[in-house]
């Protein structure tokens, strides 16, 4: 068989390893289109040692590979949740090949980190929640600097035994975009809504409050109502309140907020005891972006997106095409 041409190239000193040669490899394969045993013949080495040193450089972090978001906005299924939804954009991710729930929710958040960037602007105030997803999408995200955008704290804060909180979700959002954070200094639950009440009333709350309705953006998850919903294990609600409020209609939990099928608040016990964003300031956002997956998930990302939430949504496959069978076999009400 018979290559292609390689392209001449101008000679360079030697090198003897080390960083340098992984560069050289990296620019050769991504840069000049070079395939590895071309690129073994004109650094001398085997083809074994150029999978070596570009699986180094990834690995580094010195190639960023990103799929364009038109792959998994523009597709059939995508398409189809944009159009019965009402929704301003969907990006659905495959999950064939990939081995567990945790790997999907991996796989997920990455996408909505990749996708954030081309969404927002210079100006924005982004309100961002607290979950497991959020905070691995925040993660993910490459490192950028950003033009007057500033990052809130969307929850107040929470002892968790899941190895990340509010705070931390909001600040490595921040810091990844390379934004202005402010976060909420205190408690999202406390024992007595008079101690909420007046926490509510200290000046730097008090301001910290104000700045979540000045945000045109928001990023959420969607909590589900099962007994080992996160609303259980933060700390935020007990097993009694939970089945409390399922009991009163309660299909889903939005920024630690309970919601029923339509996506209306379902008032209870917990609200006069919360510090945090009003669900009523979630709604007529330049952006909501949704970022949940999993069967466990349908219902209360089906209620978020019914009480207008949501204008844009990250999730995987099989769960779009569970959302999408429920409303379409009228399981499920239709958005209005």
Same mark, same amino acid.
């Given at each position: 068989?018979?290559?292609?041409?390689? #392209? #001449?190239?101008?000679?360079?000193?030697?090198?003897?390893?080390?960083?340098?040669?992984?560069?050289?490899?990296?620019?050769?394969?991504?840069?000049?289109?070079?395939?590895?045993?071309?690129?073994?013949?004109?650094?001398?080495?085997?083809?074994?040692?150029?999978?070596?040193?570009?699986?180094?450089?990834?690995?580094?972090?010195?190639?960023?590979?990103?799929?364009?978001?038109?792959?998994?906005?523009?597709?059939?299924?995508?398409?189809?949740?944009?159009?019965?939804?009402?929704?301003?954009?969907?990006?659905?991710?495959?999950?064939?090949?990939? #081995?567990?729930?945790?790997?999907?929710?991996?796989?997920?958040?990455?996408?909505?980190?990749?996708?954030?960037?081309?969404?927002?602007?210079?100006?924005?105030?982004?309100?961002?929640?607290?979950?497991?997803?959020?905070?691995?999408?925040?993660?993910?995200?490459?490192?950028?600097?950003?033009?007057?955008?500033?990052?809130?704290?969307?929850?107040?804060?929470?002892?968790?035994?899941?190895?990340?909180?509010?705070?931390?979700?909001?600040?490595?959002?921040?810091?990844?975009?390379?934004?202005?954070?402010?976060?909420?200094?205190?408690?999202?639950?406390?024992?007595?809504?008079?101690?909420?009440?007046?926490?509510?009333?200290?000046?730097?709350?008090?301001?910290?409050?104000?700045?979540?309705?000045?945000?045109?953006?928001?990023?959420?998850?969607?909590?589900?109502?099962?007994?080992?919903?996160?609303?259980?294990?933060?700390?935020?609600?007990?097993?009694?309140?939970?089945?409390?409020?399922?009991?009163?209609?309660?299909?889903?939990?939005?920024?630690?907020?309970?919601?029923?099928?339509?996506?209306?608040?379902?008032?209870?016990?917990?609200?006069?005891?919360?510090?945090?964003?009003?669900?009523?300031?979630?709604?007529?956002?330049?952006?909501?972006?949704?970022?949940?997956?999993?069967?466990? #998930?349908?219902?209360?990302?089906?209620?978020?997106?019914?009480?207008?939430?949501?204008?844009?949504?990250?999730?995987?496959?099989?769960?779009?095409?569970?959302?999408?069978?429920?409303?379409?076999?009228?399981?499920?009400?239709?958005?209005?």
């Amino acid at each position: 068989m018979v290559g292609r041409p390689v #392209k #001449k190239r101008k000679k360079t000193p030697s090198r003897s390893g080390g960083e340098s040669i992984v560069i050289e490899a990296a620019w050769m394969y991504y840069h000049d289109g070079l395939n590895q045993s071309e690129i073994a013949r004109l650094l001398h080495v085997s083809r074994a040692t150029v999978v070596n040193y570009l699986q180094e450089a990834r690995e580094r972090g010195l190639i960023r590979i990103s799929l364009s978001a038109e792959a998994f906005t523009t597709h059939r299924i995508a398409l189809d949740m944009r159009q019965t939804f009402g929704l301003k954009a969907a990006y659905i991710l495959p999950e064939e090949g990939l #081995k567990d729930d945790e790997e999907v929710l991996l796989r997920v958040a990455r996408g909505a980190a990749e996708w954030l960037p081309e969404l927002i602007a210079p100006g924005d105030r982004l309100g961002v929640a607290w979950g497991r997803t959020v905070y691995e999408m925040a993660e993910a995200l490459e490192p950028m600097k950003t033009h007057d955008v500033t990052v809130s704290q969307l929850v107040g804060s929470m002892a968790t035994p899941y190895g990340f909180t509010a705070e931390i979700c909001s600040a490595h959002m921040a810091h990844r975009l390379g934004a202005k954070c402010i976060n909420l200094h205190a408690p999202a639950i406390l024992s007595d809504p008079q101690l909420a009440a007046r926490l509510r009333a200290e000046p730097i709350i008090a301001r910290q409050l104000d700045a979540l309705s000045h945000c045109n953006m928001a990023i959420f998850a969607a909590g589900s109502c099962n007994p080992g919903s996160h609303i259980v294990g933060s700390g935020v609600a007990t097993a009694e309140d939970l089945a409390w409020y399922v009991r009163n209609g309660a299909t889903g939990v939005l920024c630690g907020r309970f919601i029923d099928a339509r996506g209306r608040p379902v008032p209870g016990p917990l609200d006069a005891r919360m510090i945090g964003v009003s669900l009523d300031k979630l709604l007529n956002l330049d952006m909501g972006l949704l970022v949940s997956c999993g069967e466990e #998930k349908v219902i209360p990302m089906l209620s978020a997106i019914a009480g207008g939430y949501v204008t844009h949504i990250v999730t995987n496959m099989k769960a779009a095409r569970s959302m999408l069978k429920l409303v379409h076999e009228g399981t499920f009400p239709a958005p209005a």
